[in-house]
């Protein structure tokens, strides 16, 4: 059952169109992602979603709503985290969840939810005085203090450590647990790769695939995998480049890249035994969403050219 249903949607800002004729649905239960690079037009789309924003053209609807016209009904269903969230400095984490509890009928239990994402301890601490963490985890708090159907959360993870960034993950698995459905906007693969149940591939305002990340994976795959690694000899491509296993031999730096398919590992040590070559920190990597959204937009992910 489709809880978010948007079509057709567009968004301009004087000359920039920042939303261009983007459509998808939002499934009950899932953590949906919207992945794309820096000003992808991600963050827009949401709003718009969200009600915060008014669209230009097209339609949403959430939970059966009108983002704008059913605008307070919607809010009392939702939750949500903004971009840039942010408290008054002194706001002691106790006060903010009790504030923001009063804005529904019928709230969770802030102590509980403190207790499950390890703030019960700051209760009494200012916002100023939290760790960036910490101030995630106050704002997964806040967005599902009204018991909501649907959490939105933008780039939640953005500023983190590699470890604060785990611990959010888990925590986003365990709001779906809860039953709640998650949309999750990022620009962050493997945050996309561990969370989501499907994803829209944004790029310049449009929505460019739609698909689990394993099938936006298979559709430039075909059981595709990489070795790196370095010669202990310089040697020639073709060596490699007459396999039938092998596509493609490129070079980095220090490293040789082939890309290829089937028995690729075996095929590739094989030839470069026969001609005494060593594969010095070979590995072995299969092809994933980075190498997806490449494919499909034709650029990485950080390119903002």
Not at 122 to 132: E, I, Q
């Amino acid at each position: 059952m489709a809880v978010i249903e948007v079509a057709n949607l567009h968004k301009r800002y004087g000359r920039q169109v920042a939303v261009d004729d983007v459509s998808f649905t939002v499934e009950r239960g899932e953590i949906f992602g919207i992945l794309g690079p820096n000003g992808a037009g991600k963050t827009t789309t949401v709003e718009c979603v969200e009600g915060l924003r008014t669209a230009d053209s097209g339609s949403i609807s959430v939970l059966g709503l009108d983002p704008r016209r059913d605008e307070s009904e919607l809010r009392r269903r939702v939750g949500v985290q903004l971009q840039k969230s942010e408290l008054p400095e002194k706001m002691r984490v106790g006060e903010a969840m009790e504030l923001f509890a009063s804005f529904y009928p019928g709230p969770a239990d802030g102590d509980k939810l403190l207790d499950d994402l390890g703030l019960t301890g700051k209760r009494g601490t200012a916002f100023n005085k939290l760790s960036g963490g910490q101030q995630q985890r106050l704002a997964i708090a806040l967005a599902l203090i009204g018991n909501p159907e649907i959490a939105f959360l933008d780039e939640l993870t953005t500023g983190l450590d590699p470890q604060a960034r785990r611990d959010t993950w888990e925590l986003i698995e365990g709001i779906r647990n809860r039953g709640v459905t998650v949309v999750l906007v990022t620009h962050f693969m493997e945050e996309a790769e561990r969370l989501c149940d499907r994803l829209a591939l944004v790029d310049e305002g449009r929505v460019v695939a739609i698909d689990t990340p394993a099938g936006l994976v298979a559709r430039v795959d075909g059981g595709g995998q990489r070795l790196r690694f370095r010669p202990s000899v310089p040697f020639p491509d073709q060596l490699l480049t007459d396999l039938p296993e092998v596509t493609e031999v490129a070079h980095t730096a220090s490293q040789v890249v082939v890309t290829g398919q089937g028995n690729l590992l075996q095929a590739v040590s094989a030839a470069l035994a026969r001609h005494d070559v060593v594969a010095l920190d070979l590995r072995v990597e299969q092809t994933n969403l980075e190498d997806a959204f490449v494919a499909l937009t034709g650029r990485q992910l950080g390119d903002e050219s």
